[in-house]
Nanobody
Framework: QVQFVESGGGLVQPGGSLRLSCTAS????????MGWYRQAPGKQRELVAH???????NYADSVKGRFTISRDNAKNTMYLQMNSLKPEDTAVYYC??????WGQGTQVTVSS
C-alpha cells in the first residue's frame, strides 16, 4: 500500500497559478485511477479531478478549462496544475487513489 505526500500549496492572488504535487512512496504505475479532492471550510469534500491509468480525465465543472491533472509514473508523482485561481478555490486539497489511499492534504488559499 503506497502512501501519498502532497506539496505545492500556498497563498496566491486571484488569477494566479499553483502546481500541486502528490508523490507516492511506491510505484503508481499499476494504480487504476487517481485524483484530487478538496474541502473548503464548512463544506463537504468534493471531487476536483480524476485521472485513470489510460489517461482519461474528469473534472468538476467549476475547474474545467483552468485545472489540469497529470501523472509521471517514472517519478511516482501526480500533479494538479491550477491556473486562473479564484477565491472560491480556497480549500485543503487531497490526493487519492482508487485503491483507497489518501494524502494528508495541502492548503491552497486564494486571496488578495
Amino acid at each position: 500500500q503506497v502512501q501519498f505526500v502532497e506539496s505545492g500549496g500556498g497563498l496566491v492572488q486571484p488569477g494566479g497559478s499553483l502546481r500541486l504535487s502528490c508523490t507516492a512512496s511506491g510505484s503508481i504505475g499499476n494504480i487504476l485511477a487517481m485524483g484530487w479532492y478538496r474541502q473548503a471550510p464548512g463544506k463537504q469534500r468534493e471531487l476536483v479531478a480524476h485521472l485513470t491509468r489510460r489517461n482519461n480525465t474528469n473534472y468538476a465543472d467549476s475547474v474545467k478549462g483552468r485545472f489540469t491533472i497529470s501523472r509521471d509514473n517514472a517519478k511516482n508523482t501526480m500533479y494538479l496544475q491550477m491556473n486562473s485561481l479564484k477565491p472560491e478555490d480556497t480549500a485543503v486539497y487531497y490526493c487519492y487513489a482508487l485503491s483507497g489511499e489518501w494524502g494528508q492534504g495541502t492548503q491552497v488559499t486564494v486571496s488578495s
